[in-house]
Nanobody
Framework: RVDLVESGGGSVQAGGSLRLSCRTSGATACMAWFRQAPAKEREGVAGLFGGRTAYYSDSVKDRFTISRDNPKNTLFLDMNSLTPEDSATYYC???????????????????WGPGTQVTVSS
């Protein structure tokens, strides 16, 4: 098990950018970013399998980039061309056992951060 703490959320205007960070207490096989807006289900937006292979949901593909700084045990999510529909609480998640095809499924993740709020205004 690892501890996760997100940071970098905030308020931005549509078309703007934000970088989210997730500090971990150790290395894991799979890590991902999820988001949840009020009255909506949690959605996997970007995942990293084995530290190198990235997966994205269709809603963020070509706008968001997931990456990892291994020496610093930090996961990033670079978000560009933000729209109001991207407003949500963003969560970092990690697991030590995963398959590539499951990277964006919340059920496989054991450890979660408390979340960071992203608000995009039009």
């Amino acid at each position: 098990r690892v501890d996760l703490v997100e940071s970098g959320g905030g308020s931005v205007q549509a078309g703007g950018s934000l970088r989210l960070s997730c500090r971990t207490s150790g290395a894991t096989a799979c890590m991902a970013w999820f988001r949840q807006a009020p009255a909506k289900e949690r959605e996997g937006v970007a995942g990293l399998f084995g530290g190198r292979t990235a997966y994205y949901s269709d809603s963020v593909k070509d706008r968001f980039t997931i990456s990892r700084d291994n020496p610093k045990n930090t996961l990033f999510l670079d978000m560009n061309s933000l729209t109001p529909e991207d407003s949500a609480t963003y969560y970092c998640a990690a697991t030590s056992s995963c398959r590539a095809s499951d990277t964006l499924r919340s059920q496989i993740y054991d450890d979660w951060g408390p979340g960071t709020q992203v608000t995009v205004s039009s």
